[in-house]
């Protein structure tokens, strides 16, 4: 029986920045390692490796050196060959979109049935430079910015796929986005999705992520309404504030500086830090004596769902333990709700326990004193 050749990829760097807020990784790796970032990419990855060990015997792997695939797949038992060899491996900040590349053409010379990759939009976009649309690929989510539909909705998801080929399930394959922030927009204050092509991915809805909506939210009065509600509500709790531009509606109407990619921290109305790290939001929520509580406003990516792990990986799985059920405020329009056709809210903090723990019905805050109740629910989790 042929057994199934699974090329596999991964972007070391990808997701750096996220934690140590730089908002991205793409040529800032070796700040966000002088910040204390911990690459997670082999993680993620492994993650959706795991997945489909009970198919070992009926899977060859074909990927890059060290860090790029090789060491994790030989290291989980897998049947690995290495095709391609990283030219610099002393560090994996000496790896680089051109290793992605020439490692992608170099497996696709190798009679694939798919390509597994780990990182995020950069990532996307680089391979699509080699296989257009010409080659079933899968993205396993690592980076800090995924507007593309070529991922998982998250790592375990993205296992679930590959399984679902191995099982010999009939499986379509759909066309999908590659995005990518649009640079000029963004300059202009704008968090915008710009489309560079399509690449063909297994068509499981259940599991692979919507391609997230771009621009700004046009209703202002309701996110004004929305920002009341908060405001409201504030006494001398600590607030951390969430990315997007729900939440920046709320640092608006408080006259607040807002960090729209970041993550920035308030307290009786001033902002007392902008531009947080994980290990700086950890440090704030030790000192419980200077607060009555913590409090975390977030909002969900449009089109996706997912309210944590895009975008926002300043929000670790350590200070997402610390805080209470009923202190984390989600944010978001109707028209949000609406869009996304009655599928979950998402949560993808990295830890899958902490994930499944996060599962249920939470208040959504839709306006002034208006709320509606709506399921976080991953649908990798459900069944599984």
Not at 200 to 222: F, H, N
Not at 330 to 358: F, Q
């Amino acid at each position: 029986m042929k057994r199934f050749r699974l090329g596999v990829i991964i972007n070391p760097l990808a997701g750096l920045g996220g934690s140590v807020a730089l908002k991205g990784s793409d040529g800032v790796a070796v700040e966000a390692i002088a910040k204390g970032a911990i690459p997670k990419a082999q993680m993620r990855m492994q993650q959706a490796l795991n997945v489909i060990l009970p198919f070992m015997k009926k899977i060859d792997i074909i990927t890059a050196s060290g860090e790029m695939g090789g060491s994790l797949c030989r290291q989980m038992g897998f049947s690995t060959q290495d095709v391609y060899t990283v030219l610099e491996t002393t560090s994996i900040e000496k790896t680089s979109a051109i290793d992605t590349q020439q490692a992608v053409k170099c497996l696709l010379d190798h009679q694939l049935d798919l390509l597994l990759f780990a990182g995020g939009d950069g990532t996307a976009r680089d391979i699509y430079a080699v296989v257009d649309d010409s080659f079933p690929v899968l993205g396993v989510p690592a980076g800090v910015k995924i507007h593309s539909g070529v991922y998982g909705i998250t790592p375990h998801a993205s296992g679930l796929v590959v399984s679902m080929l191995l099982k010999g399930e009939l499986v379509s394959l759909m066309s999908a986005d590659v995005m990518d922030i649009d640079e000029t927009a963004f300059r202009q204050g704008i968090v915008k999705a710009k489309r560079f092509g399509e690449m063909t991915v297994p068509a499981a809805p259940r599991y692979i992520q919507a391609v997230k909506m771009g621009g700004k939210e046009v209703d202002e009065l309701v996110l004004a309404d929305i920002a009341a509600d908060v405001i409201e509500s504030m006494d001398d709790e600590l607030y951390i504030m969430g990315s997007g531009s729900t939440v920046a509606a709320v640092m608006e109407d408080l006259g607040l500086e807002n960090t729209l990619l970041g993550v920035d921290v308030i307290q009786h109305k001033s902002v007392i830090a902008k531009d947080v790290t994980a290990q700086q939001l950890l440090a704030f929520i030790a000192d419980k004596k200077r607060y009555s509580s913590v409090k975390l406003v977030i909002t969900l990516i449009g089109g996706q769902g997912h309210i944590l792990g895009r975008g926002n990986q300043q929000l670790s799985p350590e200070l997402i333990r610390q805080l209470e059920k009923d202190n984390i405020l989600i944010l978001a329009t109707k028209t949000k709700l609406k869009a996304l056709e009655g599928r979950p809210l998402i949560v993808d903090s990295g830890d899958p326990e902490l994930d499944k723990a996060l599962t249920g019905y939470y208040k959504i805050v839709t306006g002034y004193h208006d709320y509606v109740m709506y399921k976080v629910a991953n649908p990798d989790l459900v069944e599984n």
